[in-house]
């Protein structure tokens, strides 16, 4: 199912000036920029100041300064504008390798199947939103099912900020909005009201002819794109350092092995431009543009750098199970969104260890593009006194810390999260029990090592200022290794299972 982002920019031209202007101009301050009409001046533009006072694009540039008489004025400059608004819209694609400017004042974004990456689709808006707001443009945006029914909640839903229309709730969230929100031309809504149309709702349930006859096909067009009835398509804006390579077919293809011919050829000509520029390819975006006009977007990252264009076909190759050709794919689109440097390296001799070390960032990239990289770790040392604490997770190639274990004081390779309670016999002052029960089993104990004494990190809380721990390594009558502790030194002192040795 698709699922596409819409962001407004209420206040896209002021929040680009405020930012040009690197902190001079006054947040609290009333902004505007003006443009000429005939022969007077309208104000084109507010920020939010400016409209809280009661400013509105079209009113008078005189009337304005009546009403406001420290107003901070700027020519309105469209082109910059929609430049800027170009280049955010290359910002987005951190998000999705599907995204568009919506001219004057708005992004596309589509996300289709890109959500879980961010841990859902509130999760990924609310980032937007977020990292929008820090650079200081305001917005608000919605994800639905549509171009449309995105577009209408953002700019016009009660909500404020962050909007989720879940799938399939389409038309339950168009329908008691303004007939506005459909993108239709201001006199043909100012019509329609004065007919007694004002929601939505009230379009769906008319006949379309008598609507078709007096004001043409663009109402209908517009619900149906809205409603999902018509397939409305995203333009994909690509960055003018983006390295891309771009591929048409004579006839359209659609089976995996002509797809997967186009995905070797195209990137061996991206690899061939990387390298030309001495970059490696950290993020590959596939764009299928079907004979339909719409888009099949793929998305796959490398954990390193890389121009090994087997290598990265063979990424893109194993996805081609989630593109739906459709009748046909009639042009294909690779794109490096993300690159790094990467210098040329011959390879090592036989005699260097480090060349014969296996790299495994090829075995990473498959696995991190089939479940997450977020799923991958790796378990490395840390600098703690608990054992529960001097286990961290790091990405799966991170350098070694250069940390290592203490071989007199050897630690057990499974650790028990959260310690187990276990029951235990009576015992002498500084001894392990004679035997202990662990999960209705009971272990007889025949050798045993210890006491290592641990206390607790006290700068962390106050609670473990006086925590003691007194760990065992003991052996029972089967073999079988354990590493007891006792919390505490009084005689009501518990004993706990921490680990298992192998």
């Not at 793929?298 to 750098?305: D, F, L, N």
Request: hydrophobic letters at 45%; glycine letters at 6%; one cysteine or more.
């Amino acid at each position: 199912m698709r699922r596409v982002i819409s962001v407004s920019l209420p206040t896209w031209p002021t929040d680009r000036l405020r930012r040009l202007s690197n902190g001079t101009a006054p947040p609290d301050r009333p902004l505007v920029t003006t443009l000429r009409d005939g022969r007077r001046r309208i104000v084109a533009a507010v920020d939010a100041a400016a409209e809280q006072l009661g400013l509105a694009p079209g009113m008078a540039l005189a009337h304005a300064r009546a009403l406001i008489a420290d107003l901070d004025v700027v020519e309105a400059d469209p082109i910059a504008d929609l430049a800027a608004l170009r280049k955010l819209a290359g910002w987005c694609l951190r998000y999705a390798p599907l995204t568009a400017a919506d001219v004057p004042n708005g992004l596309w974004i589509d996300a289709t199947g890109c959500a879980h990456i961010f841990h859902g689709e509130a999760a990924m808006v609310s980032d937007l939103v977020q990292r929008l707001a820090r650079a200081g443009i305001s917005a608000r945006a919605a994800i639905a099912d549509t171009p449309g029914a995105a577009h209408a909640v953002a700019r016009f839903a009660s909500n404020s900020g962050v909007v989720v229309v879940e799938t399939g709730q389409t038309r339950e969230a168009l329908r008691s909005l303004p007939i506005a929100a459909l993108r239709l031309p201001r006199e043909t809504v100012d019509a329609l009201r004065r007919l007694g149309f004002d929601r939505i709702e009230q379009l769906w349930a008319t006949p379309r002819a008598p609507l078709a006859l007096r004001f043409g096909a663009e109402i209908g067009r517009r619900l149906d794109q809205a409603l999902g009835v018509r397939f409305e398509p995203i333009e994909p804006v690509f960055p003018r350092e983006t390295a891309r390579r771009h591929m048409a077919f004579a006839e359209p293809i659609s089976t995996p092995e002509a797809l997967s011919r186009a995905i070797c050829n195209l990137t061996a000509r991206l690899c061939e431009t990387l390298e030309a520029g001495g970059f490696g390819a950290r993020r590959l975006d596939l764009l299928c543009q079907r004979i339909d006009g719409s888009h099949q977007a793929v998305r796959v990252g490398t954990a390193r750098p890389s121009r090994d264009a087997a290598h990265l076909a063979r990424l893109l190759s194993e996805r081609i199970e989630t593109i739906d050709p459709g009748f046909g794919v009639e042009v294909m689109t690779l794109s490096a969104s993300l690159v790094e440097p990467l210098s040329y390296a011959p390879a090592g001799s036989l005699l260097d260890a480090r060349a014969r070390v296996q790299d495994l960032s090829a075995l990473v990239d498959c696995l991190a593009n089939r479940f997450g990289l977020s799923r991958l770790y790796r378990a490395t040392l840390a600098e703690s006194d608990l054992p529960e604490r001097s286990i961290a997770l790091v990405p799966p190639l991170d350098p070694p810390r250069g940390m290592t274990w203490d071989p007199a004081l050897p630690r057990p390779s499974r650790l028990l999260s959260p310690p187990e309670s276990v029951e235990t016999t009576a015992l002498l002052p500084d001894h392990p029990p004679a035997l202990f029960v662990w999960r209705g089993a009971r272990h007889r104990i025949r050798r045993m090592d210890g006491p290592e004494r641990i206390y607790g990190e006290w700068w962390r809380s106050d609670a473990e200022t006086e925590s003691i721990r007194d760990y065992y390594r003991v052996e029972d009558e089967t073999g079988l290794r354990f590493w007891l502790f006792r919390a505490g030194l009084s005689n009501e002192a518990r004993w706990f299972l921490h680990g298992l040795f192998g």
